[in-house]
C-alpha cells in the first residue's frame, strides 16, 4: 500500500506577489511616468523570478524526500519511508498555506496601490489649485478707481485732519501684518505638503537581496513581516496627509479613507499574527 501511495506529484505554481512601493511624486513630464513604468515592471520581473526559484526550490525538497520514501520502502525501511512522506506533506501544506497569505497579500497590496492612487491624486490636485491662485494673485494689475468730486473732497479734508491720517497708517499697518501673516501660513502649509509627499522608497538592491536570501518558511514570513512593515509605514504617511487635506467631517465621510484605515487595522492584525507564531516556535 505504501508503494501506491508513492507518487510523483507536480506542484501548483504559486501566485507571483505583486509587491510595489507606490511613492507620491508632483512631476508632470512624460519622461518620468516612463520611467516609472519600467522601474514597476522590471521590479515585478524581478519578484516573478524569485517565486519561480522558491517554488522550483520547493519542489526539489519535495522530490527527494519522495525519492528517499521510495529507496527507504524497497530496503525494508517502513518507518524512515513513513517518517518521509510524513515530512513531505509537512511541505506541501507549508507551501499551500504560503501560497493562500500570498494571494491575501498581493490583495492588500492592489487596494493599498488603489488607495494611495487616488490620495497622490488628490494633493497634486490640491497643491496645484493653490500655486495656480498664488500666480494669479501675483500676476493680477491693480485696478485705481477715480472717486468722485464729493468723495474727493472728503478725503482732501480728511487728509488734513492729523488724527484721521494717523489713524489710517495705522490701519495700513494692520493690514501690511495680516497680509505678511496669511503669506506665512501658506509658505508652512505648502512646505508640510511638500515634506508629506516626499516618501521614502525602499532600495531595490535590499528587495533583491532580502528576497534571495529567504531558504526557509521562517525567512519566508519575516520577509512579508518586512514587506508589511513597510507598507504600512506607506498608509501612516497617507493618513497624516489627509489630516493636513481634510478637515474632521471630511475624513468621517470620506469612503477611501475609511477603506486605508480598514487597511492598516488588517496589516496590524496581520503582523500580530506573525509574531504570535514566532513567539511560540521560540517557547516550544
Known amino acids: 500500500m ?15 506577489p505583486s509587491w510595489r512601493s507606490t511613492c507620491c511624486c508632483a ?12 522601474t514597476d515592471q522590471l521590479r ?30 524497497q530496503k525494508g525501511q517502513e ?13 506541501l501544506q507549508a507551501l499551500d498555506k504560503s501560497k493562500r497569505r500570498i494571494e491575501v497579500l498581493d490583495e492588500l497590496s492592489s487596494k493599498l496601490s488603489e488607495a494611495i492612487s487616488l490620495k497622490e491624486s488628490q494633493l497634486i490636485g490640491n497643491v496645484t489649485v493653490k500655486i495656480e491662485d498664488t500666480t494669479e494673485d501675483a500676476s493680477s494689475p491693480v485696478r485705481i478707481i ?11 479734508k480728511d487728509e488734513s485732519d492729523p488724527d484721521t491720517a494717523e489713524f489710517g497708517g495705522d490701519i495700513q499697518d494692520v493690514q501690511l501684518s495680516i497680509e505678511s501673516e496669511g503669506s506665512s501660513l501658506d ?10 509627499l516626499s516618501i521614502s522608497t525602499p532600495n531595490e538592491d535590499n528587495i533583491a537581496r532580502n528576497s534571495s536570501e529567504i531558504s526557509s518558511y521562517e525567512d519566508f514570513m519575516e520577509y512579508i513581516d518586512l514587506k508589511l512593515s513597510e507598507i504600512e509605514a506607506e498608509l501612516v504617511t497617507v493618513l497624516n496627509v489627509s489630516t493636513l487635506v481634510l478637515d474632521n467631517e471630511e475624513r468621517a ?6 477603506q486605508t484605515i480598514e487597511l492598516l487595522d488588517s496589516i496590524h492584525g496581520i503582523r500580530q499574527r506573525i509574531r504570535n507564531t514566532k513567539e511560540a516556535k521560540v517557547r516550544i
Open 2 to 16: 505504501i508503494l501506491n501511495c508513492v507518487r510523483v506529484t507536480a506542484m501548483p505554481m504559486m501566485a507571483v
Open 27 to 38: 512631476s508632470s513630464s512624460s519622461s518620468s511616468s516612463v520611467s516609472t513604468i519600467n
Open 44 to 73: 515585478s520581473q524581478l519578484d516573478h523570478l524569485h517565486s519561480e526559484a522558491d517554488a522550483t526550490r520547493a519542489k526539489e525538497v519535495a522530490e527527494k524526500l519522495q525519492k528517499q520514501a521510495a529507496i527507504s520502502i
Open 79 to 91: 518507518n524512515y519511508a513513513r517518517e518521509m512522506l510524513f515530512q513531505r506533506k509537512k511541505v
Open 146 to 156: 477715480a472717486p468722485k468730486e464729493e468723495v474727493q473732497n472728503n478725503v482732501t
Open 187 to 196: 509658505d508652512k502649509e505648502t512646505q508640510h505638503l511638500l515634506e508629506s
Open 253 to 258: 465621510k470620506n469612503s477611501r479613507l475609511q
